[in-house]
């Protein structure tokens, strides 16, 4: 018998969508925002059927291709949050600048119900089918000022770039398919973990998997789209692209490779020690000489994706839970720096180059201090989350001995402090550019605070959300 109460959050979202899109046709453009609430509501009712029809173990549905579990219900819960926060920042941006329209909400609920799929899909196929539903979500959102060409540009090189990716990966799927005549990832791991079962197809069935994946977390040598997407979107395209796909690429790393692919951890362990000393190296040198913010932000997003990866290459259990933490908390940095550029721009303006930040605290020292705690925690500065959040994967490969990585995690830490606190030496001891006060919504001005304060509590009780992120994957 098929439960569909393990799949509700997902049948309620589906059914939301559909309600927010009809509603929507009807609407005038100076009634967008009654999408923007129905968008809100839709948000909070997922949050509510995962929270009441959450599971304390593991249960399949849907002949096995569903799983319900609580790691997959705490990564919902904080996407549900997540894209809340999009789009309340968007909203004034949006409407200053003409793009106050439904398909944004509409799309970005889409992408959101293709991660929530990829979070529990328990086979290979469903999983892929989520990864679509949230890409061409993105195709299209990144797409979304028709008026703006470096939006299309980056809009093509996305799409080329990402179906390219796709494919591989669909073609790794098929191969694994051929190899141990399942899909499921059960099965899988243990068809993979028998005598006969590592073969040179199997291995390059798993690289044409790893290419995917990579792809998705933005791990260099499959990095390219990040800056450019983050660059040529308009800024809310840029906040929701950089925040919550990143659970949704924790979640497949999560599931293909430690869960469905875990007992050929030795093959895959060399290959995300490539990929993670790539990331680490390239994107905290090339981060270094950017002066446009946001294009600053993707090469810093590749760095701490191979802090991520560092949780994956220990294989350990309390590795693959401390990259979830890390990746939680990266998240909500992100989405608290890219929310300060918008607060920052103004119609027909994006605060998008570091100079924009110049003098900040003359012109709001509390804006200001925002963004000295999001800097600081990417940073690593203790007490912030984000120091937390680096220590814990550093030891977790310390743990399976790899005491280089750890040491070169260290040295690239120190090293991408420069770009960091370079914002924080901008906006304290330049001359402003700008003058005029900032003025922000209270709404926005709540929001980007409990934002940033946040980074700061969840670093001063660092166990609440690490003991979390360990118990849900124990």
Request: hydrophobic content about 55%; aromatic content about 12%; proline content about 4%.
């Amino acid at each position: 018998m098929i439960d569909y109460a393990l799949a509700a959050p997902e049948i309620f979202l589906t059914a939301a969508i559909c309600v927010v899109l009809i509603v929507d046709v009807f609407l005038r453009d100076g009634q967008r925002h009654i999408t923007y609430y129905l968008s809100m509501l839709a948000l909070v009712g997922a949050a509510v059927t995962s929270a009441v029809y959450g599971v304390e173990s593991s249960a399949t549905t849907f002949s096995g291709s569903y799983i319900a579990d609580p790691a997959g219900n705490v990564l919902k819960l904080f996407a549900y949050l997540i894209v809340a926060l999009v789009f309340l920042y968007s909203r004034d941006f949006l409407e200053q600048n003409g793009l106050f329209k439904g398909e944004f909400f509409v799309l970005g609920l889409f992408g959101l119900l293709g991660l929530m799929i990829m979070i529990s899909g328990n086979n290979l196929l469903v999983i892929y089918l989520g990864l679509e539903l949230q890409a061409l979500s993105l195709y299209a959102l990144i797409a979304f000022n028709r008026e703006s060409a470096r939006s299309a540009e980056s809009a093509m090189k996305y799409f080329v770039l990402g179906s390219i990716a796709s494919g591989m990966l669909l073609y790794g799927i098929s191969l694994l398919y051929g190899i141990t005549g399942t899909i499921e990832l059960a099965p899988l791991a243990e068809a993979l973990g028998a005598p006969d079962g590592l073969t040179v197809p199997s291995i390059l069935a798993l690289a044409f998997v790893l290419v995917g994946v990579a792809f998705k977390f933005g791990a260099v040598p499959f990095h390219m789209w990040i800056p450019d997407v983050y660059e040529g979107a308009p800024t809310p395209i840029a906040l929701y692209v950089g925040s919550a796909p990143k659970i949704a690429a924790f979640a497949l790393m999560w599931r293909v490779l430690v869960e469905g692919m875990g007992t050929m951890h030795v093959n895959w362990q060399d290959m995300l020690i490539v990929l993670c000393v790539l990331s680490l190296v390239l994107g905290n040198l090339l981060a270094i000489v950017q002066t446009n913010f946001k294009r600053m932000l993707g090469y810093s997003t590749i760095a701490h994706v191979g802090f991520i990866l560092m949780g994956f290459i220990a294989g350990t259990e309390s590795g693959v839970s401390n990259a979830m933490y890390y990746t939680i908390v990266y998240v909500l940095m992100a989405t608290a720096a890219f929310g300060m550029i918008i607060v920052l721009s103004r119609r027909g303006f994006e605060a998008e180059r570091l100079d924009d930040f110049k003098g900040l605290n003359q012109r709001s020292p509390w804006f200001a201090f925002m963004m000295l705690l999001i800097m600081f925690s990417m940073t690593g500065v203790p007490p912030l989350i984000g120091f937390y959040a680096k220590l814990v994967v550093i030891e977790s490969v310390l743990d399976v001995g790899l005491v280089w990585l750890a040491a070169l995690g260290v040295v690239f830490a120190v090293i991408g402090a420069f770009y960091y606190l370079r914002i924080v030496w901008y906006m304290y001891f330049a001359e402003p550019v700008e003058e005029a006060p900032l003025v922000a919504a209270p709404d926005m001005r709540f929001a980007i605070s409990a934002n940033g304060l946040g980074l700061l509590v969840l670093g001063l009780f660092p166990n609440s959300l690490l003991n979390l992120c360990a118990a849900v994957l124990g």
